[in-house]
């Protein structure tokens, strides 16, 4: 009989919910974070209030930070307060979204439309608890020392030698999964009737890629299977001089 577990990992939607952005000295730009996807997706507060489309209209200027052609929000008439508070609404694109930081998915528990958890089960439950056990600390959960991978000792390493940040990489990701692995036996040993479907089998291969743009990120692909015959896919992008998993 399958367990259940919450659901985390789910589709971006790149929205950002709301922001407060200042107003240029011609009181008619106002300049968000991340580029806007679209006019249809913005949303604009002016002390709380939310202004009608008509109101405003979306510009295109060059954009220094940004790199590229940046749309930014134009009103169609000056605003006469020397520091309004705006806030916007608006969905960005997967390139500069702050929720997902470009991996297309976000780590979070979300409801459904009638109030429910998502839930997951089988060998999905299975790929979520192996994400869980390779992003965790190792021994950042007091009451499992042995949960998660060593992965953070890795902030700083000199990055140009991709042999040794490779070889870390499968040997910390490899463990903490053998590590998930011992445990569920244990468990399925006690337990007859857990479903194989959410037992870790066998790692196939784990890969490691090193981003070309920037050096410092890394890219890990693993293949593995449940102990039900079923072959998982599974990957993880780390961020060493910072350590942000994503």
Known sequence: MATVDLRI?????????????????????LRPLVPIQSMGSLSV????????????????EDNLVVGSTYRVIKLFNRDKYTDPVYDVSYATTLKYCPKCVG???????YTKRDGEFKTVTDEFMLAQQAEKHVVTDV?????????????????????TDLDFITSEVKKDIRSALNKMKEAQLK??????LVDSSEVMGNIKSIEVLQDAA????????????????????????LELSTFRPR
């Open 9 to 29: 990992q789910n589709k971006c939607n790149h929205r950002i919910s709301i922001e407060t952005v200042s107003i240029d000295s011609d009181g008619l730009t």
């Open 45 to 60: 507060r002016r002390f709380g209030v939310k202004l009608n489309k008509t109101e405003y209209y979306l510009e295109s």
């Open 103 to 109: 991996t297309e998915y976000t780590d979070d528990i």
């Open 139 to 159: 021994e950042s959960n007091k009451y499992h020392l042995w949960i998660g991978s060593g992965l953070r000792s890795l902030i700083n390493t000199k990055v």
């Open 187 to 192: 468990h399925e040993q006690a337990n007859p």
């Open 214 to 237: 920037d050096p410092s990120i890394v890219e890990a692909f693993v293949t593995y299977t449940a102990a039900s015959g079923k072959t998982l896919e599974y990957s993880q992008v």
